[in-house]
C-alpha cells in the first residue's frame, strides 16, 4: 500500500533553534518528492521538489533531503523563526495520484 | 494576480441542505482537484478533473459531486448524503494529471450545525 509516514507528529521549538523533519516513505513507483508548508487556516504551499536522482535541495533556510535508496526524506529548518510555525507536509508522487502525509505540525516560540 | 480561488472562506449549513463550494483558477491548467483535511489527517481526495467536462472520483467521494464546465472552475457541492461534512476543504489546480506541483487555494472551512 502507498503510504507517507511523518515524524514527529509535532514538535516545538525555540527561535533561532534548528530542527529536522522525517518523512519515509512506500510509494512505488517513485516520481518527485514535495514538501508543503501550510500556515494554519491557508491552503498548503511547495517549499520544494526533489527527484530521484537528487539528494538535497534548498529554498533559504529550508533545505530537503531525499535517499532514494532507503525512501527517506528530511526537512531541516535552519535558525528557526516565528513566521515558520506552520505545518509541514511531506507528498509523494508516483504512478498513482499523490500521497500526502499527515503532517507536522511545528510551534516556534519566542 | 494569478492565483487559485475559494468562495466562501467560511461556511455554515444546517443539516439536511445542499452546500456548493465555489473553486476558480487562472493559471490555464488542465487539471484541478478537491481536497478533504480533517485534523490530525492528511488531505483526501474528492474528485478530480483533467479537462472540461470530464472528472473522476476520488478516494471519498460519496456525498459529493462537481462539475467541470470551464477550464477555470471546479465548484464542489456537499450534498445531504454526506455523514460528516465539517471539515476544511482544499481547491488545486495543476498543469495535467502527472507529477507536477499542485497549486492550492487557501480553502474553505465548511460547519454544519
Known amino acids: 500500500k502507498n503510504q507517507v509516514e511523518q515524524s514527529p507528529q509535532s514538535l516545538i521549538i525555540l527561535e533561532g533553534k534548528n530542527c529536522t523533519l522525517q518523512?519515509?516513505?512506500?510509494?512505488?513507483?517513485?516520481?518527485?518528492l514535495r514538501w508543503y508548508k501550510q500556515d494554519t487556516g491557508r491552503g498548503p504551499v511547495s517549499l520544494t521538489i526533489?527527484?530521484?536522482?537528487?539528494n538535497t535541495k534548498s529554498n533559504g533556510r529550508y533545505t530537503a533531503t531525499l535517499d532514494a535508496d532507503t525512501k527517506q526524506s528530511s526537512l531541516h529548518i535552519t535558525a528557526s523563526q516565528l513566521s515558520d510555525s506552520a505545518s509541514y507536509i511531506c507528498?509523494?508522487?508516483?504512478?498513482?495520484?499523490?500521497?500526502f502525509g499527515k503532517g507536522t505540525r511545528l510551534s516556534v516560540i519566542a | 494576480d494569478g492565483g487559485i480561488t475559494q468562495s466562501p472562506k467560511y461556511l455554515f449549513r444546517k443539516e439536511g441542505q445542499n452546500v456548493t463550494l465555489s473553486c476558480e483558477q487562472n493559471l490555464n491548467h488542465d487539471a484541478m482537484y478537491w481536497y478533504r483535511q480533517d485534523p490530525g489527517q492528511g488531505l483526501r481526495l474528492i474528485y478530480y478533473s483533467q479537462i472540461v467536462n470530464d472528472f473522476q472520483k476520488g478516494d471519498i467521494a460519496e456525498g459529493y459531486s462537481v462539475s467541470r464546465e470551464k477550464k477555470e472552475s471546479f465548484p464542489l457541492t456537499v450534498t445531504s448524503a454526506q455523514k460528516n461534512p465539517t471539515a476544511f476543504y482544499l481547491c488545486?489546480?495543476?498543469?495535467?494529471?502527472?507529477?507536477?506541483?499542485?497549486?492550492f487555494g487557501p480553502g474553505t472551512r465548511l460547519t454544519v450545525l
Open positions: 526533489m527527484t530521484f536522482s537528487e
Open positions: 507528498v509523494v508522487s508516483g504512478n498513482t495520484p499523490l500521497v
Open positions: 518523512c519515509n516513505y512506500t510509494v512505488s513507483p517513485f516520481s518527485n
Open positions: 488545486a489546480s495543476s498543469i495535467d494529471r502527472g507529477g507536477n506541483e499542485q497549486f
